[in-house]
């Protein structure tokens, strides 16, 4: 177990890692973040903040000598990073890193512990796409295989002629095809040291343009049949790859059971319900698991959840949630501009207490 006032060091400078770092700080520990130059809000929240590129030895070194236990809040770190700091720093495997940067990599490897991806491609080249569009045909999307989130670096291809005017975008990708779903769902669970894990609720959560928009519970009568399996699974890749901490795997709900959609080795933003709604939020237990603290209780408090992001400019009148009826909790990010498209916080309501 990792005394009070040691220092984490989290890889990352957004919202998630400031998140974390405030669940650090109530349990007595220093943060420290790193992270290139940029609106790193996680700044705020840390005892200290190296603003440094990924690739710089001598402040990675710096780093490295300043912290107890290492991890990250964004899955695209560069591996090189993780790797020039000494492994016993590493809380997470950084094989979880390695496989979740690369949709083509992590959609294999979930395959190969029995889960159900879309059917999928990897295309590098004009060949490759003109191939996956014979194979797997369209509806579907073209995603880049490694750098996207958000929606971004993605392409529907709708028709047979949308797929003639789609070209090869130079960079390694994955053609899949589209996926018809009642609604989309995740597991997040928490991995300690020993292997116990734990699993919250599975959220039902809408994306809009491509972005997660809202994460409701209860999930739905489909949801609720299909987390079982969905679980299975989870537990077997967070078992497979060591994993400790929170780690996230997103589904699509369909008639023909779970489909696999992608993994976050990391806490994720269909759990910042839990800070409010479930016993124990998926930053604390994060902290918990990397410094190998007994693993806090995941349940659920209220019959009813809902948790929605604000994106955009709607950040500058979100003060205005906090004279609604009922429980708002209001998070802000503290980002510096509101562009569109950006998260800039949450809002948590909740229901009756469950007893
Ligand atoms: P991703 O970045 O892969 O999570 O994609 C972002 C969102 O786009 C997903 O949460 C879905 O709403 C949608 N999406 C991605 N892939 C598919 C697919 N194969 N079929 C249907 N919808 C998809």
């Known amino acids: 177990m990792l005394p009070p006032g040691s220092t984490i060091g989290i890889l990352g400078g957004g919202q998630l890692g400031r998140m974390m770092a405030v669940s650090a700080l109530q349990l007595g520990y220093r ?29 990675l070194a710096q780093f490295a000598a300043a912290c107890d236990v290492v991890t990250w809040e964004f899955e695209n770190v560069p591996v090189a990073t993780v790797q020039a700091l000494p492994s016993p720093l ?42 996956a569009f014979i194979t797997i045909g369209t509806p579907g999307i073209l995603k880049t295989a490694r750098d996207g989130y958000d929606g971004k670096g993605q392409w529907r291809v709708r028709t047979v002629l ?22 989309e769902f995740s597991v997040i669970l928490v991995r300690g040291k020993d292997g116990t894990i734990k699993f ?59 489909v696999f959609n992608e993994m976050a080795p990391r806490v994720h933003n269909s759990g910042h319900w839990t800070i409010e709604g479930a016993a124990t939020s998926q930053f604390e237990n994060h902290i918990r698991a990397i410094c190998g603290l007994p693993l806090g209780v995941t349940k659920t408090r209220f019959a009813s959840i809902e948790m929605r992001n604000i994106v955009g400019e709607d950040a500058l009148k979100a003060h205005a949630i906090l004279a609604e009826p009922g429980e708002p909790h209001l998070h802000l990010y503290g980002k510096a501009e509101a562009r569109e498209g950006r998260k800039m916080g949450h809002v948590t309501r909740v229901g009756h207490v469950l007893k």
């Open 31 to 59: 943060v420290i973040g790193y992270a290139p130059e940029g609106d790193n809000v996680a700044a705020d929240a840390c005892s200290d903040f190296i603003t440094a590129d990924w690739d710089d030895a001598a402040a």
């Open 90 to 131: 590493l809380a997470c495997p950084l094989r979880a890193l390695e496989v979740a940067q690369d949709r083509f990599h992590e959609k294999h490897f979930v395959s190969q512990l029995g889960g159900t991806p879309a059917p999928y491609a990897k295309v590098e080249s004009e060949q490759d796409l003109a191939d």
């Open 162 to 183: 949308e797929a003639g005017s789609t070209h090869f975008p130079g960079v390694p990708c994955v053609y899949e095809g589209f996926v018809t779903y009642e609604t």
């Open 200 to 258: 919250w609720d599975s959220t039902a959560n809408l994306h809009e343009g491509g972005m997660l928009a809202l994460s409701v519970l209860p999930a739905g009568a489909l949801v609720e049949a299909q987390v079982r399996e969905a679980r299975d699974l989870a537990g077997k890749v967070a078992d497979e790859l060591g994993y400790v901490g929170v780690l996230t795997l997103e589904f699509f709900a369909t008639r023909d059971g779970p």
